[in-house]
């Protein structure tokens, strides 16, 4: 467990160098910048040149989903942990040199999605005006037809249905002036009635009048041509758009097989936004530029003689500060939970990793937690078939499955110690399918069932949970005597550990341990007469020392709050009984699947049966269970155990780098 220890670096050397420079920090990625302050310093015709990029970037990606939309790649799941494909700084350069051409087609590709979207709303507003024709499809006259010399002609609908009769009803009653005039219904439905009424000019208005008062509407779609012309218009509008879209669509397929050029432009890109805004972060003179950030220590030497042998510049390396970034380094089997500590915090200045000590809380918590054999196999064999078939995936997706194969090795261990193999599938198959006899169990634990002594299992939670917690209180006393603050040690941790130690000695014997445990555990009376010593000596030394450099009236006081922590303290260790709870329900449910399956008895139907349950109800279990296993070993990991040592508070290590690019990946010399 380790964080990496750091350098400062200052580079100078000449301006036209630059760039040259840049590069090389970057396929080199280890080189932290640290941002200049001073405005006036910062290359003013950067920005440009860093919008263009961050164009480029949009423009490639913009593309990509055109080509996702219409001609996806394929691969799923799988091609996202084959990870981005090598290329050496020589391959990469050859590559870029063709990037007029892909930026033509990116552009391209962008515009042909506009025009298809173009397309499409055509096609659509042709749709519409198909439909409002339709109703008036019968009507020999132009939609905007409105009068003759001596009459008015009025062409819309009224709403709802309606007959004949209904509409010269309604006119009579309220144009009984009103006598020639022509009506003709153009059919009808339950939403509207078409109709064309003619009448005479000085009748006009009154008819107008009635018909409004029912509510009637001109057609939405008004040409110059029969509704049966416009209607023919308006369907070859409607093909001719989807013929145009289908057209461009083929076209924006045809592009898939540029789909690589495209990917690259699109990691170039990021690499040269990268690149640039790094530049911003740097100062410059007239003639000359200098950086100043971070270096890891081991490679410090190494990548200062690179960049004096290769360039023009001058590399002054110094101790670092206490605002260097943090990066951490551990072994293999701790790695994988970095992601664990890093999304609580990184380790503050004078603070050790906790990465390796945690890990082995970690696996071994998870794995209580869902104690069940064959889902752990499960675990171990899909992810250790995932790191091996894909070797070259994501660092981030291979540190989480790194961490669920080692999660998955813990459950395995405890499955078989508490003898849960897809809960009791084993015996109940034997049971069922088999005739092995009820009263015989074939898969017995190597430890003891939970499900028949759970206060068993209750008591040794609370022991892992006290084991847990005291390792972080020691991680906290180690690093105080480092400082050698001795006050602080005896008031926050020996006093601690003395006092919770004697609680629990004097507890061992009493009545409602026995209850819990169902069997009294007598000590010897020396050992009860040592543990009432070590229980006062550690509350006065909480009492005396956890302020001790307050004045005597205010320390008091203050110890005391802080022996009042000891509630806390109870409530931490009643925090484990979630091993209790999870682990017990992984097998309760799992043992509920295996019963449903069973209740069709043997044969070939029973055993279809049994099958399709195992696997659907088992799937949700594990899925389920592993959910809450990992969400709550994250919690004791972050509130109990963090809790009781762990400040966090570092600056992440983020060296200017090649690791953010998706498809392609440059390999560092």
């Known amino acids: 467990m380790a964080v990496v220890p750091m350098l400062k670096m200052l580079v100078c050397g000449a301006r036209e160098e630059e760039s040259s420079v840049m590069k090389t920090l970057q396929r080199q990625g280890i080189f932290h910048i640290i941002p200049l302050e001073e405005e006036a310093l910062k290359a003013p015709e950067v920005k440009e040149a860093l919008n263009k990029a961050e164009k480029r970037v949009s423009l490639a990606e913009h593309a990509l989903k055109v080509l996702d939309a219409y001609a996806p790649a394929g691969g799923g799941l799988l091609a996202s942990l084959s990870g981005a494909a090598e290329l050496s700084p020589e391959d990469w350069q050859k590559k870029a040199e063709n990037q007029e051409n892909t930026l033509a087609l990116a552009e391209d590709l962008v515009n042909k999605e506009k025009l298809i979207n173009e397309a499409a709303a055509r096609a659509a507003r042709a749709q519409v ?18 009068e003759t010399e001596s009459c008015r002609c009025f062409i819309g609908a009224l709403p709802g249905p309606w007959t004949e009769g209904e509409i010269r009803s309604h006119l009579a ?33 009154q008819a107008e009048d009635a018909l409004r008062r029912k509510g009637f509407a001109r057609p939405l779609v008004t040409s110059g041509k029969t509704p049966e012309d416009a209607l023919n218009e308006v369907k070859f509008e409607r093909a001719a758009a989807l013929t145009e879209g289908e057209e ?18 699109y990691d170039d890109s990021l690499l040269e936004r990268s690149r640039l805004a790094s530049f911003q972060m740097a100062g410059e003179g007239q003639r000359s530029f200098f950086l100043e950030g971070y270096v890891p220590k081991a490679r410090g030497e190494a990548l200062k003689k690179k960049l004096e042998d290769k360039y023009t510049v001058n590399v002054l390396l110094s101790e670092a500060d206490e605002k260097a970034p943090v990066l951490l380094k551990n072994n293999p089997f701790s790695t994988p939970t970095e992601t664990v500590v890093e999304s609580y915090g990184l380790p503050g200045r004078g603070e050790i990793d906790p990465t390796t000590i945690m890990s082995f809380f970690y696996y071994i918590l998870f794995g209580m937690m869902l ?3 064959g889902y752990g196999l499960l675990m171990v064999i899909g992810c250790g078939i995932a790191l091996k078939k894909f070797p070259a995936m994501g660092k981030n997706m ?127 009376a020396w050992m009860g007469t040592l543990a009432k010593i070590m229980a006062l000596a550690g509350a006065l030394l909480l009492l005396f020392f956890a302020a001790w450099d307050k004045k005597m009236g205010l320390r008091l006081a203050m110890g005391a709050y802080e022996l009042y922590g000891v509630t806390g303290w109870l409530s931490d260790v009643l925090s484990y009984s979630r091993l209790l709870a999870l682990g017990l329900a992984t097998g309760v449910i799992a043992s509920v699947i295996n019963t449903m399956g069973s209740m069709m008895g043997g044969g070939i139907g029973g055993a279809i049966i049994f099958i399709i349950i195992f696997l659907l109800g088992h799937t949700l279990n594990m899925a389920i269970n592993l959910l809450g296993a990992y969400v709550h070993t994250n919690r004791l990991q972050f509130v109990e155990f963090f809790g009781k040592f762990y400040e966090a508070g570092g600056e992440a290590f983020e060296p200017l780098g090649t690791g953010d690019t998706k498809y392609y990946h440059l390999e560092e010399n």
């Open 129 to 146: 005006q198909a439909e409002a024709l339709i109703p008036w499809k019968k009507l020999g006259l132009p939609l905007d037809f409105t």
């Open 173 to 205: 009653e309220h144009c009984p002036q009103m006598e020639a005039y022509s009506l003709e219904l153009l059919g009808g439905d339950p939403a509207q009635t078409p109709l064309v009424l003619v009448c005479l000019k000085e009748d006009a208005p």
């Open 248 to 265: 461009l669509k083929a076209a924006v397929k045809a592009a898939a097989s540029r789909r690589q050029e495209l990917e690259f432009l």
């Open 371 to 373: 104690s069940d054999a």
């Open 398 to 524: 291979k540190k989480m499955l790194t961490m669920f194969f080692w999660c998955g090795v813990s459950t395995t261990i405890w499955g078989f110690l508490f003898g849960s193999f897809f809960g009791d599938a084993i015996d109940v198959i034997a049971h069922t399918f088999f005739g092995v006899p009820a009263d015989k169990q074939i898969f017995k634990a190597l430890w003891f069932t939970p499900l028949d002594e759970p206060m068993r299992l209750l008591i040794y939670c609370f022991a892992f949970g006290l084991v847990h917690l005291f390792v972080g209180l020691g991680i906290k006393g180690y690093a105080l005597l480092k400082e050698k603050r001795t006050k602080d040690f005896l008031g926050s941790v020996l006093g601690w550990f003395l006092l919770i130690l004697g609680l629990l000695l004097l507890l061992v014997p009493s009545d409602m341990y026995a209850s819990i445990a169902g069997a009294p555990i007598p000590l010897p």
